[in-house]
């Protein structure tokens, strides 16, 4: 049996939850399944769907989102959902039989919230860029026309776009109860009618700035080797889910200083001040000892 964990997330849809599984369920395919028929090429899916709360699935990447009708609360069913997708797993059970014709959605977003107020997470079925990228105004978006066409709307402050989202933080003229639904709606449509994310220039640009970082990473000495290769395998994926990014920026050998940039979410974000000392700083200390001091951030 495999060792395999499911962790219950909530978004800001209350009646989707979102089932983050510890490893990888499809190979860049993403799925939506609105009925047991549908899911008749999933045996993961229609097993979900005899729960008689089920109303809808998703399944993408490493996560199963459902969407409950309201006869249950999450609070009183998820830790049995989650026990069901993890014994199915565990037990080797097929999620989809990629060999049959599969039924797919073209783009499905759903928002979920991020620990900072003021940025909404919204999540496409699909690989929407390799990189991370980050817009704070309209003119720094001239190589991303879903950005530069997001920031047409009066209480879009800044856009990020990383892997399968995009975050979008707003101005506090706007709260989100009125403006979700209408932001949801415009990437979707705008992923669904072929748009272009970010340029090719662009994308040409950000494989030559990794190169460039992959020649300077050889060129640094060993503890910054150390800081950016924890950075990578330990905070950036949460830092990813909660909508942000971080980036290695320095490190003093004579002060013991970390420099990180903080991206997204994490940008400003009131808690961002609590993870970078309670987090990132304790976990470094902790790991390299007494090579690091302190971690200081600077938002992207």
Not at 11 to 22: D, G, Q, R, V, Y
Not at 36 to 60: R, T
């Amino acid at each position: 049996m495999k060792n395999i964990s499911v962790n219950p997330k909530e978004t800001s849809n209350p009646a989707i939850l979102k089932f983050e599984i510890s490893e990888f369920i499809t190979s860049y395919e993403s799925f939506e399944f609105n009925n047991i028929d549908e899911a008749k090429d999933s045996p993961l899916a229609q097993q979900l769907f005899y729960l008689p709360f089920v109303k809808k699935i998703y399944i993408s990447g490493n996560f199963v989102a459902i969407e409950r009708y309201n006869i249950v609360e999450w609070s009183d069913v998820q830790d049995e959902v989650a026990t069901q997708i993890q014994n199915y797993l565990k037990n080797s059970g097929t999620v989809v039989n990629s060999s049959e014709k599969i039924k797919t959605n073209p783009v499905t977003i759903y928002a979920e919230s991020t620990p900072n107020p003021e940025v909404l997470k919204f999540v496409a079925n699909k690989k929407l860029v390799h990189s991370t990228y980050e817009f704070t105004s309209i003119d720094e978006a001239s190589s991303s026309p879903l950005a530069s066409e997001l920031f047409h709307f009066p209480f879009v402050k800044s856009v990020f776009i990383d892997q399968n989202y995009v975050s979008i933080t707003k101005y506090n003229v706007a709260e989100w109860n009125d403006i979700t639904m209408e932001l949801r709606e415009f990437i979707r449509n705008y992923l669904e009618n072929g748009k272009v994310i970010i340029s090719d220039n662009s994308s040409k640009t950000v494989e030559q700035k990794q190169e460039e970082l992959d020649r300077k990473f050889d060129d640094l000495d060993d503890v910054s080797k150390e800081i950016i290769n924890i950075l990578e395998e330990y905070i950036r994926p949460a830092v990813a889910s909660d909508g942000g990014n971080i980036e290695f920026k320095s490190y003093d050998k004579n002060s013991k200083i970390v420099k990180v940039i903080l991206q997204g979410a994490c940008s400003g974000c009131p808690s961002s001040t609590f993870t970078l000392k309670n987090g990132i700083e304790n976990m470094l200390k902790e790991m390299l000892k007494d090579k690091i001091s302190a971690v200081e951030a600077i938002n992207g």
